[in-house]
């Protein structure tokens, strides 16, 4: 039939199911399809599009900004991350960012119980989240915060969605 034929060629793949059912808000679960799908503004993809940017990393200052850079390879993340597990008491197997976004998401299934998943996941999710506002804070508004004060965001806004989701 024509609706067959249009998905010709194109494939799925229910290996990010498992963001829909993370614990976070629906727009950052969007969010993290856009990342996990390779399909942020970034500067990689800005390029394609032929828009005028800036292609180096904001947050580092040393690397192209593609999506595995900005959201796994940049120094900048990698601390925020580390201080993101420390707050969170996060120190299992699945947690460490790897080369690429998706491969990182795929090793959280390993964080332990399905309660560590959810929680790695939503954590993940929150942190992506917050680094994208972080690199739109020094385009668009001139302004930075520093690794310690991004995670200190991150850290309560999954305080504040634990506290919302927490039964009486």
């Given at each position: 039939?024509?609706?067959?034929?249009?998905?010709?060629?194109?494939?799925?793949?229910?290996?990010?199911?498992?963001?829909?059912?993370?614990?976070?808000?629906?727009?950052?679960?969007?969010?993290?399809?856009?990342?996990?799908?390779?399909?942020?503004?970034?500067?990689?993809?800005?390029?394609?599009?032929?828009?005028?940017?800036?292609?180096?990393?904001?947050?580092?200052?040393?690397?192209?900004?593609?999506?595995?850079?900005?959201?796994?390879?940049?120094?900048?993340?990698?601390?925020?991350?580390?201080l993101i597990c420390q707050f969170q008491n996060l120190s299992s197997v699945g947690i460490n960012p790897v080369l690429d976004v998706s491969t990182?998401?795929?090793?959280?299934?390993?964080?332990?119980?399905?309660?560590?998943?959810?929680?790695?996941?939503?954590?993940?999710?929150?942190?992506?989240?917050?680094?994208?506002?972080?690199?739109?804070?020094?385009?668009f508004q001139n302004s930075s915060c520093s690794e310690i004060e991004v995670a200190y965001f991150i850290k309560q806004a999954i305080d504040m969605?634990?506290?919302?989701?927490?039964?009486?």
């Amino acid at each position: 039939s024509a609706y067959l034929f249009q998905f010709e060629g194109s494939f799925a793949t229910n290996e990010f199911d498992s963001l829909w059912k993370s614990p976070t808000e629906p727009k950052i679960k969007f969010f993290g399809w856009l990342v996990l799908h390779q399909k942020t503004l970034t500067a990689q993809n800005l390029l394609r599009r032929h828009w005028p940017c800036n292609w180096i990393c904001c947050l580092c200052g040393c690397a192209f900004e593609d999506t595995n850079h900005l959201f796994s390879d940049c120094v900048f993340v990698r601390q925020v991350w580390t201080l993101i597990c420390q707050f969170q008491n996060l120190s299992s197997v699945g947690i460490n960012p790897v080369l690429d976004v998706s491969t990182w998401w795929s090793g959280t299934k390993f964080a332990g119980s399905k309660k560590d998943v959810q929680l790695v996941r939503g954590t993940l999710l929150t942190t992506w989240w917050n680094i994208w506002l972080e690199r739109n804070r020094r385009i668009f508004q001139n302004s930075s915060c520093s690794e310690i004060e991004v995670a200190y965001f991150i850290k309560q806004a999954i305080d504040m969605r634990c506290l919302a989701f927490k039964p009486p």
